[in-house]
């Protein structure tokens, strides 16, 4: 079945840890995406990729990292976690070659920082 | 500077009766909109959308409609079940420059209660 998977769902970590939050999609979109979503407000894009080896980084500000070695996978990295990081993390796909829109999202990875 | 704007936080319906959600935009060039509807701790997940070429789209309960003049869109829940309960989030896209990568609301919180 044609999925977006996210690990982990949730996770705790102290300050300055490296952390990774993977995503992997078996939707067959060439499109990737990385989102920001805290309580109350919108979505914010903070990474994306539309193939391999191409990545781009976003409207909002992020100290985040991210890779795309394959289609269907594309990490994102914090080498140095913050109090400031703890936020929701949401991955996304989409077809490519279509300026309409429509993204597919994952469960999300709800991350807080001590 | 917001350019889609979700000016009601939250509403609250009786099961069985209509829920309307609003959304205005700012951006001229946006010519594509959706409507996401999320749960806490997921991902949003696709509801509808409508082409500024349209001016209403339906599917099942629920149905959008588009004022391009007043730059407005509304989404309609009819009945309102209780299983609806979550936020809604608006977004919107259009072509050329950065218009087509999908730009969000904050959100709707809509409580059916039974």
């Known amino acids: 079945e044609a999925d977006i998977y996210q690990t982990p769902r949730y996770l705790v970590i102290g300050t300055g840890k490296k952390i990774t939050l993977e995503c992997s999609q078996t939707m067959g979109h060439d499109k990737m995406y990385w989102y920001q979503q805290d309580p109350g407000m919108e979505l914010h894009l903070i990474h994306y990729?539309?193939?391999?080896?191409?990545?781009e980084k976003g409207d909002l500000s992020s100290e985040s990292t991210v890779s795309r070695i394959r289609t269907e996978h594309f990490p994102l990295t914090l080498e140095s976690a913050r109090p400031s990081h703890t936020s929701q993390y949401l991955c996304a796909t989409s077809f490519a070659g279509t300026f309409n829109e429509k993204l597919f999202f994952g469960s999300g990875t709800q991350l807080s920082v001590l | 500077d917001q350019q889609v704007k979700q000016n009601s936080p939250s509403l609250s319906v009786q099961e069985g009766r209509i829920s309307i959600l609003n959304c205005d935009y700012t951006n001229s060039m946006f010519d594509y909109f959706l409507w996401y509807k999320k749960y806490p701790a997921e991902g949003p997940t696709f509801l509808i959308s409508i082409s500024s070429i349209k001016d209403k789209n339906e599917d099942g309960r629920f149905t959008v409609f588009l004022n391009k003049s007043a730059k407005h869109l509304s989404l309609h829940i009819v009945p309102s079940q209780p299983g609806d309960s979550a936020v809604y989030f608006c977004a919107a896209s259009g072509s050329g420059g950065s218009n087509y990568k999908l730009t969000f609301g904050k959100g709707t919180l809509l409580t059916v209660n039974p």
């Open positions: 990729s539309y193939g391999v080896n191409s990545t």
